[in-house]
């Protein structure tokens, strides 16, 4: 069984997270692709507008249409476990849920951020032997730094590693809670049920 899983914290979810996660469906082919809100992200600080349950519910509606044919599902694995979501922890907990064997590995979707930083999360070596690395620009410029990353990995852990095909799309959650803010988010960026939600919550400002 192929499954691939796609973390994040998810607060918001906007176009980048989304266009990511459609062209992964569309080039690797998972039977079956876990998006997943994390539930205290180790990386990050929090903020009241991280409720689990708020950025669940975002995630469900702004994934929503890649979920219609059951290829994607947004899980609640990491927030059913609670406490700080670590990477190796869930590949454990989906290795064991789906009954996977160690060629089986699991198809591991990152922005490039993410993607530069992977050797400074917990158990690396675990990550590595459990997934196969799945990375997608964030920005135009960053093709260099995850090349010589992606040699270090492989040349260090005996990594996995592919790029997705996706020309990338300068957002962010940071930038859109900014601009939700303000209220100024520009039309695309973020889907419109979600935006529904936000203001019918009054997250990040708006009401
Ligand atoms: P924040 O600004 O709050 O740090 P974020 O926009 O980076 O949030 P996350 O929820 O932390 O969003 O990201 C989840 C995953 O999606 C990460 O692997 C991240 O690298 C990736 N990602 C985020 N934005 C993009 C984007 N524009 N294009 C491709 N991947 C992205």
Not at 22 to 51: C, G, N, W
Request: some cysteine; aromatic content about 10%; hydrophobic content about 35%.
């Amino acid at each position: 069984m192929k499954i691939g899983l796609y973390g994040g914290t998810f607060s918001p979810p906007h176009i980048g997270h989304y266009r990511a996660a459609a062209a992964f469906l569309e080039q690797f082919s998972p039977d079956l692709l876990l998006i997943m809100p994390t539930s205290v992200p180790p990386h990050k600080r929090t903020s009241p507008y991280d409720d689990p349950k708020h950025r669940f519910n975002m995630a469900s509606l702004a994934f929503e249409p890649l979920c219609r044919d059951g290829k994607a599902v947004v899980s609640t694995i990491e927030l059913d476990r609670g406490g700080v979501s670590y990477t190796a922890d869930t590949l454990r907990e989906i290795y064991r849920i789906y009954g996977l064997e160690g060629q089986n590995r699991v198809y591991l979707l990152t922005g490039t951020d993410m993607f530069l930083t992977l050797n400074l999360w917990r158990e690396p070596e675990t990550i590595f032997s459990l997934s196969h690395i799945v990375y997608a620009s964030r920005e135009e410029n960053d093709g260099e730094a995850c090349a010589e990353k992606r040699a270090f990995y492989t040349e260090k852990y005996g990594a996995v590693v592919d790029r997705l095909e996706l020309i990338p799309y300068e957002v962010s959650s940071t930038e859109l809670r900014a601009a939700l803010a303000r209220g100024e988010a520009e039309d695309g960026v973020i889907s419109p049920p979600v935006l529904e939600y936000i203001k019918r919550n009054g997250l990040y400002g708006l009401s």
